[in-house]
């Protein structure tokens, strides 16, 4: 018990404990600190990625708008030939030759007069 006794006291010599009272208190009062910073955080990216959602949202509604009016974008692109494909090559021009009726029966099933 007496060996005892005479650590405590050279522990409190070494050891101040007022000095690791202040030391655990700064410790609470920088770990509140983080903890209400990294919630600012979070928030903020909160945020960051509802706005995300919004922007998609916008686009649905631009695609809904599209269809109300009856333009499909994404079905009529996909078709589409290229800038390459579509325009005649030589060769090509020699061995294929659409006739003026042709293109105007293709005009009147579009209902193009």
Known sequence: ?????KTMQAVN??????????TMQNFQKENMKMEMTEEMIN???DDIFDASDDEEESQDIVNQV??????EISGKMANAPSAAKGLPSAAS???STISDEEIERQLKALGVD
Do not use: F, H, V, W
């Not at 018990?1 to 006794?5: G, V």
């Not at 010599?13 to 202040?22: A, E, G, N, V, W």
């Not at 599209?66 to 333009?71: P, Q, R, S």
């Open 1 to 5: 018990m007496s060996t005892t006794a």
């Open 13 to 22: 010599k070494k050891m101040d404990p007022q000095k690791t009272l202040q």
């Open 43 to 45: 928030d903020t990216l």
């Open 66 to 71: 599209l269809d109300e009016i009856g333009i």
């Open 93 to 95: 021009s020699k061995t």
